[in-house]
């Protein structure tokens, strides 16, 4: 199980969107701007002094074309959809979600993650 507290979840965002944002070429000026978001913002979250509210979440994400979920997950599992395949490591990960984000992105997780199932039990039959 995982057991990650609020610090170790705002790191994992923090590296994950900075990674993410490098791999795509992004300066935090031009990510900034894709996002809407100010340059300072971006500067504080991927620094981790800030946390994220639901909609910042999601134009973080969508600027970088993952799903919401994605940036909170540790390292390794972010780099591809088709690497997550542990329905247990993303469970974990949603009751961490729901005790310490808002319910816009677990409604987001929730979802994806019941599409999943169902792709796997589809693939399985």
């Given amino acids: 199980m995982m057991n990650n507290t609020p610090s170790e979840i705002r790191s994992i965002l923090a590296s994950n969107l ?5 791999k795509l070429g992004l300066s935090q000026e031009k990510f900034a701007e894709i ?11 991927e620094g981790g002094r800030k946390w994220v509210s639901d909609k910042t979440i999601t134009k973080l994400s969508s600027a970088l074309n993952l799903e919401c979920y994605q940036l909170l997950l540790p390292k390794l599992a972010v780099k591809r959809k088709k690497e997550i395949n542990s329905t247990k ?7 961490i979600i729901k005790k310490n ?7 987001h997780f929730t979802e994806y993650l019941k599409r999943g199932l169902v792709l796997i039990a589809y693939y399985r039959s």
């Avoid at 900075?18 to 490098?22: L, T």
Wanted: charged share 25%; net charge neutral; aromatic share 0%.
């Fill in 18 to 22: 900075k990674e993410q944002r490098k």
């Fill in 35 to 45: 996002s809407g978001l100010s340059i300072q913002t971006i500067n504080d979250i």
């Fill in 89 to 95: 490591q993303l469970l974990d990960l949603m009751k």
């Fill in 101 to 107: 984000v808002d319910s816009q992105i677990v409604s």
